[in-house]
């Protein structure tokens, strides 16, 4: 199969502590590939050690056939890989148009994107205007998520993007990012499970630092068993 990345046995410690023991992510180009596992897992653990904000000690990253573990973060972004982290980061003093220029990674790429981000979160275009403390929770979300595909990104990876929101407005960042993941592949931590089963076609179950369990998400729905033992939910 074309995995367009492949985390291979990563350990990552932060300070002494040992918090990765063997993570494996096989992340298929085209598709949208869940994180799923418990509070303090290792599921933001895993997304900033593919970044290389907190590096691998053992093990692999290799994204588009390339090994990128040990290249700075910011080399990595540039290779083609956005992030949007937990509690939406963005620039709350600036505005709506601002936040998206100056996620520009090369002259242009705002007034390139601008149709496409709008067509995802046609709410942005009406606020464009707005600094970010005018937003709401859901917004916010649309404008972080919009940021990181100002750039060309080929691999987005998105922390918890329904956490806080309410349900009419989950149901739009749901349709947002199916739709997006026609351009994008995605990589998506998710602690809504019905959320997470209806948007991604594979999964991987992280559990004390170990992934623990990956495949199709079609058959992970029907696994009651594993639904129950690993994610604590029916
Ligand atoms: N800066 C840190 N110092 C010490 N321990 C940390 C630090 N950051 C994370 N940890 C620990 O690492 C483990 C994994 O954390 P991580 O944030 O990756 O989990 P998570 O699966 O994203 O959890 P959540 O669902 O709560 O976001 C947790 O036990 C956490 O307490
Ligand atoms: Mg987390």
Avoid: C, W
């Avoid at 897992?41 to 053992?58: E, F, M």
């Amino acid at each position: 199969m074309n995995h367009l990345l492949e985390v291979q046995s990563i350990h990552t410690f932060i300070g002494q502590y040992h918090i990765l023991q063997g993570v494996d992510v096989r992340v298929p180009k085209g598709s949208i590939t869940a994180l799923l596992g418990r509070n303090g897992a290792g599921k933001t653990t895993t997304l900033k050690t593919i970044l290389g904000l907190t590096p691998p000690r053992q093990g692999k990253v290799v994204f588009e056939g390339r090994e990128i573990n040990g290249m700075r973060s910011f080399d990595i972004a540039a290779l083609g890989i956005g992030f949007v982290p937990e509690h939406r980061a963005i620039f709350r003093d600036l505005s709506v148009e601002e936040n998206l220029k100056i996620a520009e990674r090369r002259k242009g790429d705002y007034t390139r994107k601008q149709d496409f981000l709008f067509s995802l979160f046609p709410d942005l275009k009406r606020l464009i205007n707005l600094p970010g403390t005018h937003l709401s929770g859901g917004q916010q979300q649309m404008l972080a998520i919009a940021r990181a595909l100002v750039a060309d990104n080929r691999l987005l990876l998105i922390d918890e993007p329904s956490e806080g929101l309410a349900p009419v407005l989950i149901e739009q960042l749901m349709q947002a990012i199916r739709q997006l993941s026609a351009e994008t592949t995605v990589v998506l931590v998710e602690q809504n499970f019905l959320v997470a089963s209806q948007l991604a076609e594979y999964y991987v179950i992280i559990e004390e630092g170990r992934s623990v369990k990956q495949g199709k998400m079609k058959d992970l729905v029907n696994d009651k068993a594993t639904i129950h033992r690993y994610l604590g939910a029916a």
